[in-house]
């Protein structure tokens, strides 16, 4: 990606009300990809969703579901 993306908090989710969040990073992930393929990638409107799993998920945990993704053995449903 050539664009700067910056990097605020996700807001608060009522599904996850405790300090763990690695389900909600793992949701808001699966959620970008979702709209990503109902959408396409041009759609401004998935924004949001790469906000918040960028601000919420470590790199090396994204670079792993990328290449799972990529190799089509992703455990989560896309």
């Known amino acids: 990606m050539a664009d700067e993306v910056e990097l605020k908090t996700a807001p608060a989710d009522f599904r996850f009300p405790t300090t763990n969040q690695t389900r909600h990073c793992f949701t808001r992930y699966i959620e970008f990809h979702r709209c990503v393929a109902a959408k396409g990638e041009e759609s401004g409107d998935?924004?949001?969703?790469?906000?918040?799993?960028?601000?919420?998920?470590?790199?090396?945990?994204?670079?792993?579901?990328?290449?799972?993704?990529?190799?089509?053995?992703?455990?989560?449903?896309l």
């Open 46 to 77: 998935c924004d949001k969703f790469a906000k918040y799993y960028r601000s919420l998920c470590p790199g090396e945990w994204v670079e792993k579901w990328n290449e799972q993704r990529e190799s089509g053995i992703f455990p989560g449903p």
